[in-house]
């Protein structure tokens, strides 16, 4: 039933596993789980660094153990033996290319030159086996060991006149495993406000943002002037403005046309045309495109394109308007007078959140900020919500650019203390019920 | 507390549809998408140039020419569409955030694209005509065979116009789409059915593809089953000149002399080249063999007597037979027979039934369109 070949793999096997299982050692982890096949490729990825593409190893590995199983089976002149042959041909490079990944993870942990992935490659067992063994080779990162904040347990009373935000939970599915995006953002911003939404790369702000519109559901409760917005969506969605970071909009069609067609689209149905025609000039005249109403798209400047995008949302006149990096790409002048326009448009009664990651030129704008980081479980956590002169004393920084390095990771250059404001938060939060 | 939820009611389905016409047309007129329609121009003009002659006229020329029409379709079809949804696919995304309908904005490519492919196919029979392209005399389906066959050009066009549309709407950028497109291409051409000989499963395969019914639209209007078939006498009027080899089969031909009497008709010149030769100690009497004609050519050039005498030419002689005796056409009809192919008999019927494949392709291919951009709120950011 076993022949040569067979002996030769179990024997090579046996070898790897116990390398794994010296090197899961050096990583704080169980050394029987390298003796577990398929399962010990996926913690050893977690080891490394590489969590998804442990998952997609494992998957990759059993396909491969099927296939091997069933071509067994097979009389070798068949055509599903060819098939099963190709396929396993196939899944074969992807294991090895998910193999150099974690191989590549491995070496990062361990501060190891990157060259070391072809031996690892070439050569698993015995590479294994020394990097277990030798004393030599150390791990250099280690894994968080502290505890992600508690969840503060509060639910936000809902007011009147403004948005009530209550996110339980946001979650995705990632390569069958499900992945918690946010968690515990419970706050309420008052009809009238201006608020800066800071967070650094990965902190979950785009998230945070279509889960309050209504455009990604969360397990939360979000309500704007008392309408629920998820189960109203279909009717408040118009109530709300995004303007995406990306100026979304056809190149070659005209200024007038871009905002008449959005005028169609947002603005009710049974509107006037005199009347929407109308509410498209006071548009125009509002971003100052009046006089580039016939240009193409193409031909704008940045911060004409900008306005035309936020002139797009702004037609249908909403209650909440969020806007994502408005100011990337235009200069100090051009964007204060953006955020000024934007602050005119929250005194006009709105709810407007902005995003930048420049924010101290326009500071004095804004009446609050949302300060979202990740903690130790990479989760979207509210670190901070309030007035922005609270928030400087709350992070004990002088100013909003220095509380965003405070609570942004080590590896982007920040002081990794995202955990400690969450937790002190999220403490705070509790005390105040 | 209970609060009044306000009933605002936004542009339709069919509202919205008109909005995104009207922006595609904008776009037509004033961007660059008119420029398929000459470029539809010149393909056909090319392919007429090319194989025009014997379309419609010969059961080969019409094979090989109705493929090189579907050709034209698909890939007119494919070009128009294969880019239009991926190369927006953000600001789709951002449309529907704000209340499009995405079966509103796929109706509007599928009537702005059937306007082209309507266009296309227009031209198509137009440069046809102009390079005096022989149609059909007979008209399957309407009163006209230039209908007909529009209507089988548009469809063709149509569905691969679609099949493209889908491909832009599941992809999420125009590389990915220009790189599946030749796969398309080459499946759709190497599976039409008619012009590649297919067995078992691959014959089955062809089925999928548009290129086989409009194929067998297009050969059934032309009554392919009925042309004649011109390979057979086209390649014996290759082989008119080759001489059989007369060594060592003395028996069955001409003597020297006999090929004399039939190449000098006066007595007085023949008696003359007679006496040369056998000055030159040919025997008159011998079989004419190959090598021997161009012997005596040799001798009588030399002589300054400028003929060629020739060996025996079978084939020409059976050809000359069957010309003489008004025996071509007969012929050419016999060996159609019996290469007919069954897919394209039925008439009517059968365009019909090509036809309505074709529509139930276009109506899958634009379902399908709307099924997967449904899921645009799922693209990553």
């Known amino acids: ?77 068949s055509l599903v033996y060819y098939i099963i042959s190709l396929f396993r041909g196939t899944v074969a490079i992807c294991v090895i290319v998910y193999q150099a990944r974690i191989c590549s993870g491995l070496c990062e942990v361990f501060g190891k030159n990157k060259y070391w992935v072809v031996i690892w490659l070439l050569f698993e067992g015995l590479t294994s086996l020394y990097w277990g063994l030798s004393k030599k080779i150390q791990p250099v990162i280690t894994l ?24 339980r939970e946001r979650t995705a599915m990632e390569f069958f495993k499900k992945k918690v995006l946010l968690k515990d953002l419970h706050l309420t911003i008052p009809k009238g406000h201006l608020v800066l939404l800071l967070g650094g790369s990965g902190a979950g702000k785009t998230t945070f943002l279509n889960a309050v519109t209504g455009y990604e559901k969360a397990d939360a409760t979000v309500l704007l002037n008392g309408h629920d917005l998820y189960k109203e969506y279909e009717s408040m969605k118009y109530d709300v ?19 008449e067609d959005a005028a169609k689209l947002r603005l009710p149905g049974n509107i006037d045309k005199k009347e929407r025609k109308k509410r498209v000039q006071e548009v125009l005249e509002g971003f100052g495109l009046s006089m580039l109403a016939n240009n193409l798209v193409e031909k704008l400047s940045g911060g004409q394109r900008k306005r035309l995008s936020i002139a797009m949302e702004f037609i249908s006149d909403p209650s909440l308007f969020i806007l994502d990096e408005p100011d ?106 | 507390m209970e609060r009044e939820i306000k009933e605002v009611k936004h542009k339709g389905r069919i509202a919205q549809t008109g909005i995104y016409l009207g922006k595609l047309f904008r776009m037509f007129i004033f961007q660059s998408d008119w420029k398929v329609l000459p470029m539809a121009a010149v393909i056909a003009g090319l392919v007429c140039f090319v194989v025009g002659n014997n379309l419609f006229v010969t059961m080969e020329g019409t094979l090989l020419g109705t493929f090189a029409l579907s050709c034209i379709c698909i890939w007119n079809g494919f070009f128009n569409s294969i880019q239009v949804i991926c190369r927006e696919r953000a600001i789709v995304k951002r449309e529907h955030r704000s209340g499009m309908h995405i079966s ?3 109706a509007a490519h599928m009537i702005y694209q059937a306007f082209l492919c309507l266009c296309q196919s227009v031209i ?17 389906i309407t009163a006209s065979v230039l209908v007909d066959i529009g209507i089988t050009l548009f469809l063709t066009t149509y569905a691969a116009d679609m099949m493209a549309l889908m491909v832009s709407a599941f992809v999420h950028n125009t590389t990915t789409a220009m790189t599946i497109m030749p796969f398309l291409l080459i499946f759709q051409l190497v599976f039409s059915g008619g012009f590649f000989s297919l067995e078992g499963f691959s014959l089955k395969l062809t089925n999928l593809t548009v290129a086989k019914w409009g194929l067998t639209a297009l050969c059934t209007q032309a009554d392919y089953n009925h042309l004649p078939m011109v390979l057979l006498w086209n390649s014996a009027y290759k082989l008119k000149d080759i001489e059989i080899n007369l060594d060592n089969k003395e028996e069955i031909t001409n003597t020297v ?19 040369i030769l056998v000055a030159e100690g040919i025997d008159l009497d011998k079989p004419l063999s190959n090598e021997g004609a161009e012997e005596l050519n040799l001798i009588l050039k030399r002589e300054g007597i400028d003929v060629q005498i020739q060996g025996k030419k079978p084939v020409w002689e059976v050809m000359h037979y069957i010309e003489e005796n008004g025996m071509r056409d007969e012929l050419l009809l016999k060996s159609a027979e019996f290469n007919q192919n069954p897919s394209y008999d039925g008439g009517a019927f059968n365009v019909l039934k090509c036809w309505s494949v074709l529509i139930l392709f276009i109506a899958v291919f634009s379902g399908l369109s709307v099924i997967s951009l449904e899921f645009i709120d799922k693209d990553k950011r």
């Open chain 2, 257 to 275: 002399k006999d090929e004399l009497s039939d190449v000098f008709v006066d007595q007085e010149v023949l008696n003359e080249v007679k006496d």
């Open chain 2, 104 to 106: 509103s904005y796929i």
């Open chain 2, 124 to 140: 198509t029979i137009q440069i046809c005509r102009m390079m005096k392209v022989t149609f059909p005399a007979v008209p399957q």
């Open chain 1, 144 to 167: 968080e060991e502290e505890n992600a904040a508690d969840v503060s347990g509060v639910h936000v009373e809902e007011i009147e006149e403004g948005l009530t935000i209550n996110i």
């Open chain 1, 241 to 259: 403005g995004f303007v995406p970071q990306q100026d979304l909009m056809r190149p070659n069609d005209t200024v007038l046309m871009t905002l």
């Open chain 1, 1 to 77: 039933m076993f022949n040569a070949t067979d002996i030769y793999s179990f024997f090579s096997y046996l070898i790897c596993y116990i390398g794994y299982a010296y090197i899961f050692k050096k990583l704080g982890k169980k050394m029987w789980k390298a003796f577990i096949p398929i399962y010990n490729t996926y913690e050893l990825a977690k080891g490394a660094k590489r969590e998804l593409d442990g998952r997609i190893q494992v998957v990759l590995n059993c396909i491969m153990a099927i296939s091997d199983l069933v071509i067994r089976f097979l009389p070798e002149s």
């Open chain 1, 328 to 433: 990337s790409g235009l200069d100090g002048v051009v964007a204060r007078g953006l955020f000024e326009k934007l602050r005119a448009i929250a005194d006009s009664g709105k709810i407007v959140i902005v995003i930048t990651h420049t924010p101290d030129r326009v500071a004095d704008l804004f009446d609050d900020v949302i300060v979202l980081a990740k903690d130790v479980d990479r989760t979207g956590r509210l670190a901070y919500y309030g007035s922005l002169e609270d928030a400087r004393k709350f992070f004990k920084k002088d100013s909003m650019e220095h509380v965003l390095l405070a609570v942004n990771q080590k590896e982007e250059g920040g002081e990794g203390r995202a955990n400690e404001f969450v937790k002190r938060y999220t403490k705070q939060m509790k005390k105040a019920g």
